[in-house]
Nanobody, 126 residues
Framework: QVQLVEFGGGLVQAGGSLKLSCAASGRTFSVDIMAWFRQAQGKEREFVAAIRWSGGSTYHADSVKGRFTISKDNAKNTVYLQMNSLKPEDTAVYYC???????????????????WGQGTQVTVSS
């Protein structure tokens, strides 16, 4: 079992920054990829960024590349999402998710992730 809890959401003005945290507990050794997804009001959930739990390969969606950075601290079992140059269109609920090693498919596909955090609201004002 793996459990995920997100922290760090809030209200920020356009151009500002926020850092989200995702604390993982349980059977983290079974995790292949950790990722961040987001879902804006009235829109489908979309991929934001991913990182391999063992190793350091990272992936970022084109919409956030250069502004957002995913990272991790294995000693703290925590994944982070540093968000800079925030825009109003970044407003969404952000979710942390974990994908097991036995899944075959794209890292950007939400259906491949079996464990999800509760979500944290990020609101960017103009």
């Amino acid at each position: 079992q793996v459990q995920l809890v997100e922290f760090g959401g809030g209200l920020v003005q356009a151009g500002g920054s926020l850092k989200l945290s995702c604390a993982a507990s349980g059977r983290t050794f079974s995790v292949d990829i950790m990722a961040w997804f987001r879902q804006a009001q009235g829109k489908e959930r979309e991929f934001v960024a991913a990182i391999r739990w063992s190793g350091g390969s990272t992936y970022h969606a084109d919409s956030v590349k250069g502004r957002f950075t995913i990272s991790k601290d294995n000693a703290k079992n925590t994944v982070y999402l540093q968000m800079n140059s925030l825009k109003p269109e970044d407003t969404a609920v952000y979710y942390c998710a974990a994908r097991p090693r036995d899944y075959s498919g794209g890292y950007y596909y939400s259906g491949g992730y079996t464990v999800w955090g509760q979500g944290t609201q990020v609101t960017v004002s103009s």
